[in-house]
């Protein structure tokens, strides 16, 4: 039986920094974030929050949302972050601990694609017969590696955390293509250190993310709209199909580049970022409940997702959803 999404929960710290929060401390102001990336505000984890227990959050919500039930068959857990709490143990393990689960457990390093990335994984290995439900979560802290003397990136990012569970689901649903894609020669333009002081190239890495706006735009708009329609084709549908489409939530010019070249309606397109910034692998997750507690969704959608991110990497995917989830 192909594997789809069974249910879904979600975080966002109660701290909130708007766009004139930033201009008390750096030169900028609301309307030029806004011009530039649609941004409005984000929510930042306190001090003694972190990826851990934005990710906890997540899964509390998914079960008040869906029962206890939801995590009944969860036989691993992986957890998509770019800001773990430690190497190790992996924040994955903690979770399968805080909620008493006979599971494996993983964490995923793999940019801003991290949670489709992980989706990827999940849908395989259920797909196999190696997992019967393996819970999927995107949770960050960006808050705590951004510089925020950096007005290039001290505006785009905020902190938050998404869970699903990934399981069987009857013929005709679930996903239904998978585009995965990296290329490191442009591993340049977004990095962050963690052992080494430089790439294999020599660019110098500090412990603050650092970001090429201007290269990564341009990759962003190139493979939001490749590997959408690579994802479109996979799943033997045309652009008319797509009922909704649930891009990372990155910039908003970005995703208008996208929604012309699929042809789509502002309606059919689910964006959040203005409330939340730049969450990195939670911004789908967050994205979506926000779509499913709106009745965007209804059953037999297909929902086209896509991210991009660090490393560099890339991600779309094609779901048609499931009414019955639990």
Request: with cysteine; proline share 3%.
């Amino acid at each position: 039986m192909p594997a789809g999404l069974l249910a879904l929960g979600t975080y966002v710290p109660e701290k909130v920094l708007t766009n004139e929060d930033l201009a008390s401390f750096l030169d900028t102001s609301d309307e030029w974030i806004t011009t530039r990336t649609g941004i409005k505000e984000r929510r930042i984890a306190e001090k003694n929050e972190y990826a851990y227990d934005l990710a906890v959050k997540a899964v509390e919500d998914l079960l008040h949302r869906h029962g206890e039930e939801a995590l009944a068959e969860v036989d691993q857990v992986v957890v998509a972050t770019n800001a773990p709490d430690a190497y190790f143990p992996n924040t994955a393990a903690l979770i399968q601990h805080r909620f008493g689960l006979k599971a494996a457990a993983y964490d995923l390093l793999a940019g801003c694609p991290g949670w489709l990335y992980a989706l990827a994984q999940a849908a395989g290995q259920v797909e196999a017969g190696i997992a019967r439900r393996v819970l999927v979560i995107g949770a960050e802290v960006l808050s705590k590696i951004t510089d925020w003397r950096d007005r290039s990136t001290a505006v785009l990012f905020g902190d938050g955390a998404g869970a699903a569970v990934v399981g069987q689901v009857p013929e005709g649903y679930g996903f239904r293509s998978f585009v995965l894609g990296a290329d490191g020669s442009g591993g340049s333009a977004l990095h962050l250190a963690a052992l080494a002081h430089s790439l294999p190239d020599g660019t110098r890495m500090g412990h603050k993310i650092y970001m090429n706006g201007r290269e990564v735009f341009k990759f962003a708009v190139r493979v939001m709209d490749t590997a959408t329609l690579e994802a479109i084709e996979k799943a033997g549908l045309e652009k008319r199909d797509i009922r909704l489409f649930v891009p990372h939530q990155a910039n908003l010019r970005i995703i208008d580049a996208a929604r012309e070249r699929l042809g789509l309606d502002w309606e059919q397109v689910v964006v959040n970022l203005h409330k939340y910034g730049n969450t990195s692998t939670a911004s789908i997750p967050l994205a979506l409940k926000e779509a499913l507690d709106r009745g965007l969704v209804k059953d037999g959608d297909h929902l086209l997702f896509v991210s991009f991110g660090a490393g560099l990497t890339w991600a779309a995917a094609v779901h048609t959803w499931y009414g019955g989830a639990a």
